[in-house]
């Protein structure tokens, strides 16, 4: 790790290659130039079939094989416990027809070029494992009139392998409060949004849940409402929620066996509703206007960046957990059925609650960290991002204790980091020295 440029930001364009060495980086958070969307100054990029910058190629399709050829680079310089996640948006065919069909290139055609990407990526040996859903809910007006106006945009996790490093326990969403009451009863309620009649529930509180308007499945949709520094995140649920989306057993079935799962904490969804964060730049020169905010970077570098990393042998200090003995949980039994678990499908509607009791007082114990026994010492990980721009990753970064290396081929985009990291919240005083 000495080797490397850690808290740097380095101006270099890496279509010429990523000056790093193989397998050393722990995360990759990025987002690349869109195709064909900005123009971001006289730099240009030279590959096999062509120069100029990346984004504006005269084809979506020779975009796509571009980015391709980065995203080898950044395999070579990920660990193979790695996780690279990539944030792209799509876009809509403008280029002139000419009179003749082009297939998937042609007026108005919205050109999937994120999914594109991703299948390129996964023929190319990545391992897709999650589509992330990031909704805009700020999101610009379209003056379109025949589609709806665009509001999200795709981040992509990609792996080299099936086994890599990712503590979800990093960034578990708390479970509310009426989700734990749901659990102390069995789960002995029926919400109003989905019955039609009123229906007695037996054993257990007979409680009507309206439909709130903050949505009701806690693992479906999850907004970001704050972080900071203790490394505490903090969640509300958002987006309307759909009665035929899953029946009351499907719903009630999810919510138990994640509540089995993880008594404490849920796992957080893949639709992420977050706010842009525009930044106008501190003059004319230090100016971007694409730029992801810093919430959209908290929860994958939390999972997938390690905390202790031997300084050594290069090993990841992993959570030991010690899970109860299964063997003496509940037994089930098919004594208590009811019209009510005759409705939802459950046999045992006192089971559920037996268990939960029981778990309650079993949890999943923590005994520790493992120790590669060098006794060397640990270094945090290190997050790349080749398309830096503003420098939002390793501003997120730094304040979370982690290590960054940054690249751009634009100079005044590197500058523009290097004051955003270090906490310029102004424009430049008249005279004030760059950094």
Not at 35 to 42: K, N
Not at 147 to 174: C, G, K, M
Not at 368 to 388: E, M, R
Request: net charge positive; with cysteine; aromatic share 10%.
């Amino acid at each position: 790790m000495e080797s490397l440029p850690l808290n740097k930001i380095i101006c270099h364009d890496v279509v010429k290659g990523i000056p790093l060495p193989d397998e050393s980086i722990d995360v990759v958070i990025t987002s690349p130039p869109y195709w064909g969307l900005r123009v971001y100054g006289d730099e240009k990029s030279t590959f096999e079939d062509w120069e100029g910058q990346l984004g504006l190629e005269p084809d979506p399709q020779m975009y796509i094989n571009h980015l391709l050829q980065v995203c080898r680079e950044i395999k070579r310089v990920l660990k193979k416990t790695g996780c690279f996640y990539l944030n792209l948006g799509d876009k809509y065919c403008s280029l002139p027809s000419k009179g003749k069909n082009k297939g998937w290139i042609q007026p108005k055609q919205l050109l999937l070029i994120p999914s594109r990407v991703a299948i390129a990526l996964q023929d190319d040996g990545w391992i897709l494992r999650n589509d992330i859903v990031w909704y805009k809910m700020n999101h610009m007006p379209d003056s379109v009139k025949d589609r709806l106006a665009n509001s999200w945009e795709h981040v992509f996790l990609f792996t080299r392998q099936q086994d890599y490093y990712y503590d979800l326990d990093a960034i578990r969403e708390p479970h509310k409060a009426d989700s734990l009451v749901r659990a102390s009863y069995g789960f002995k309620m029926i919400p109003r949004a989905w019955k039609q009649e009123a229906i007695p529930v037996s054993g257990g509180k007979n409680i009507d849940i309206d439909c709130h308007p903050a949505g009701k499945n806690p693992g479906d949709v999850s907004v970001l409402k704050s972080w900071g520094t203790d490394k505490k995140l903090e969640y509300h649920g958002t987006g309307k929620n759909n009665p035929m989306g899953q029946s009351p057993s499907d719903l009630k079935r999810n919510i138990v066996e994640s509540y089995k799962k993880n008594p404490k904490d849920k796992n957080p969804g893949d639709f992420w509703g977050l706010t842009t964060q525009p930044f106008i730049g501190y003059n004319e020169e230090l100016e971007h206007f694409a730029v992801f905010p810093e919430a959209l970077v908290v929860q994958p570098l939390l999972a997938s960046c390690p905390k202790f990393i031997c300084s050594k042998c290069g090993r990841t200090r992993e959570k030991i957990w010690k899970k109860p003995d299964m063997s003496q949980r509940p037994k089930r039994s098919t004594s208590s059925k009811t019209a009510v678990d005759e409705h939802l499908g459950f046999k045992d509607r006192s089971a559920g609650q037996k268990y939960q009791d029981w778990r309650n007082g079993n949890p999943d114990v923590l005994l520790g960290l493992t120790d590669c026994g060098c006794k060397a010492g640990f270094n945090q990980g290190v997050v790349l991002d080749p398309f830096c721009g503003r420098g939002t990753v390793g501003k997120v970064a730094k304040q979370f204790g982690f290590n960054y290396i940054l690249f751009d081929i634009k100079p005044e985009y590197c500058e523009l980091a290097k004051l955003y990291i270090a906490g310029q919240k102004n424009k430049l005083l008249k005279g004030q020295k760059k950094l």
